[in-house]
């Protein structure tokens, strides 16, 4: 099944083409996954080999503004600064527009500005495709559900399904080939005194994007295929640490999670490590600090840093401890 | 069943309490695996969940010299060094002694002389269990076959099982509960060109014992459920890559076995990490290498330190990338 083929599904054919006002324009945070998304069962359509469960950082993402014109090309600004057109970037998001316009009969300036520290492993992607989905909704008028739009936006990039709200989300695996019951949605459960501490251990690209990772633990891991169960557990576990707010449960949970994730990757061949020197200094940094009675977790996505769960009690001790931390206060 | 069961089956109740000769004296080497012993079937028989397969390091290990005395208790000198009585070394050789002599009736003087570096992260005690056994066995003439003696040896520690020969040995994994089908065997292929070199990253003691960590490993990770299949995956290749001397697929899958059962450790709860920030430095060294086109891989015990894997005629490009290795000839 294709990508154009789910567009039909949502909009039964009647893809609108005339704006209904003149700009479109919404913001999406970029979130952090508790349950990790890796592997998929659908590389067309991003459907992944599990759920997953994310919390958003609600001040971190993208605000996209949308407005037509005549160019004959998208023009695409970030951060102020308008993209070459032949970049990676501008390619990835026309032919994700393509998809609403198969005969390429209207294009957008789109003006992206990212409050995500760039090389911080902040998925930026997820942010960029659900605020890229939302404005065209917007700018559109297709007054579609969220529920939709998480479909949508999980064309574009998987992650970017649980990007279309704040708070905990999760993202479900869904059994049908088109994908239709593979989407994200808002839990209930908010957590005030929760926090996330996002510590930079190391810039640069990644010697292998995610999506090829992924990809290599799904095919050649023999670990991996022990990975559902994990995350069938987790899940589990995490709903429940959620309603209980037990801290030492979620954290302890996030952080296995995560680690299971690079074992998946490191028992891959060739092995992908995302470990740095950094990197393994500051989980034994972690492990002794937890040692030694303090509350602290981590989780690491497919990058370097690590990002520290903790409660607002501890933030004084966290900063003593990793003054290179930039916290960030997940509820209001 | 217990190990004095599995004694009585090897001596059919016979066993010996005279001395054959005034001195047992025996050698055995130490070695690396290349396909990991991790997981036990049997904790008090030291019976693993799957086979592995190693390569002996000939001239390193340990010298072990036996003679009844008449003191009271057992005195061993590890080289040259009286222990203390108390010494976890002691204890523990001492209760492996009473499984021979029930009514504790004996004692013996026992002279150790290891020359393994301590703190490479090399098995010491895989080596000191089978020179001991084959010294008892030098002692009172049992006229043991190493078959034997490698079941008596693996009692003291798995990995023991392997030290009773030169070169590469494979582990069979058995299935009887009483593990009379679980020991080593020699194999036959010969590699005169492979070789070994240990850079030792780091010293001290290790944060978690081989032992809690596999008993951990089998205990809290989900993705060691599909360690088993990794091994007779591994297995298999590893034989035919001795057979055919094929360097880059016995190199790789060494690498990749002991990069599994890593994963299992780091996916595991608590997390057990033998990484160090130089361990996961040196890995990314080795890639590095390997991306330009010199044939090197690792392997990693439980320790942080690395053992590389090369062929002799890359010698001099090695030492000039790592100038503190010391290397080893497998084979005259």
Known sequence: MKKSDVIQLIFHNKLPVEPAREKGLAFAPTNIALCKYWGKRDSELNLPMT???????????????????????????????????????????????????????????????MNIP?????????AGFASLVSALNDLFGWKLSRRELSILARLGSGSASRSLWTGFVEWHAGVQADGMDCYAEQLKDEWPGLMIGIVSVAEGEKPVSSREAMQRSVDTSTLYTAWPRKVARDLVILRQALHVKNFSLLGGTAESNALNMHATM???????????????????????????????????????NLKLLFLENDKDKIFEHFPQVEMIQLFE
């Open 51 to 113: 759920g997953s469960l994310s919390i958003a950082l609600p001040d971190k993402g993208a605000l996209t503004s949308l407005m037509l014109h005549d160019n004959g090309c998208d023009v695409i600004t970030l951060n102020g600064k308008e993209l070459p057109g032949d970049s990676a970037f501008v390619l990835r998001t026309t032919q994700f527009l393509d998809l609403f316009r198969p005969e390429r009969k209207w294009f957008l300036k789109i003006d992206i500005n």
């Open 118 to 126: 760039v090389a911080a492993g902040l998925a930026s992607s997820a």
């Open 266 to 304: 490191i028992s891959s061949w060739p092995p992908v490590c995302y470990f740095l020197p950094e990197t393994i200094a500051m989980m034994h940094k972690v492990w002794d600090l937890r040692r030694s009675g303090l509350e602290i977790y981590f989780t690491q996505d497919a990058g370097p």
